[in-house]
């Protein structure tokens, strides 16, 4: 028997071998390595693992307000969403996502989710209008603001702002206890269109809210905030003093 006819046999054995290593049962396939989180960087899967529980699918909102609002979108700057992505909002329920702060993403994780929101801006959707700015600029009066929320707010959320037909309270202390004045400026400014809530501009059709005003009317609900928030209700006049059924 000649070489080439005892080498080519063996060719064969070794490549049936070969194959059968690879499909034997726990073997692992090529190209089948799990990618580390760290280095996940798809917004669509950053989006759904860290900020759709709360900002809804797509960004339309959920237990905390839309991320897709174009009207939040045209004040919010990049800036400003990367730095609350990455580190959160002291004392709010929003929290810091960036392995710097005592998150879990990395900065291009960060990055990724910053460019992705931005992606859903519409740059028509004022149609020229100027909003007001992000950040105050001038301290708030909330006597001034008592007024302002009665022209502007009271018809939905009542005279005294603890709920009317159309929408509910913006005095509970919980709420308040949840959300910081930049919140609530950025709701003022922003609305909540997934709710019905209209922006600075419709609050009273064909008078849209000054900057001045809005700053007065968040000054007027910060000064709503319980000092101790969370403490029970206070007890009824005909309830004894310590008494707790």
């Not at 919010?76 to 580190?87: E, G, H, L, M, Y």
């Not at 005279?159 to 919140?183: F, I, M, T």
Request: with cysteine; hydrophobic share 40%; charged share 20%.
């Amino acid at each position: 028997m000649n070489r080439r006819a005892i080498l080519g046999p063996l060719a064969i054995l070794a490549v049936w071998a070969a194959d059968a290593c690879t499909s034997s049962p726990g073997a692992v396939p090529a190209k089948s390595e799990v990618q580390p989180p760290s280095e996940i960087v798809a917004f669509k899967v950053l989006y759904r693992e860290n900020c759709a529980g709360c900002h809804g699918e797509d960004g339309k909102g959920g237990a905390a307000s839309a991320l897709a609002n174009p009207v939040l979108l045209a004040i919010a700057d990049d800036s400003v969403i990367r730095r609350t992505t990455a580190q959160g909002v002291a004392g709010t329920s929003m929290p810091a996502f960036a392995q710097s702060a005592g998150g879990m993403l990395t900065d291009r994780q960060i990055d990724s989710l910053v460019e992705g929101i931005r992606s859903w801006a519409n740059p028509d959707a004022l149609g020229g209008i100027v909003p007001p700015p992000f950040r105050a600029q001038t301290p708030g009066d909330p006597q001034r603001g008592a007024d302002v929320f009665r022209t502007y707010c009271s018809s939905c959320h009542g005279a005294d702002g603890r709920g009317g037909k159309k929408a509910s309270s913006v005095v509970n202390g919980s709420y308040l206890a949840l959300v910081s004045e930049q919140h609530l400026r950025t709701i003022v400014i922003a609305g909540l269109p997934e709710l019905g809530a209209p922006d600075w501009r419709d609050d009273v059709p064909g008078h849209p809210m000054s900057e001045q005003e809005i700053s007065d009317v968040v000054a007027w609900l910060s000064s709503q905030r319980p000092q101790f928030p969370g403490q029970p209700y206070p007890l009824p006049a005909d309830r004894a003093e310590g008494e707790h059924r």
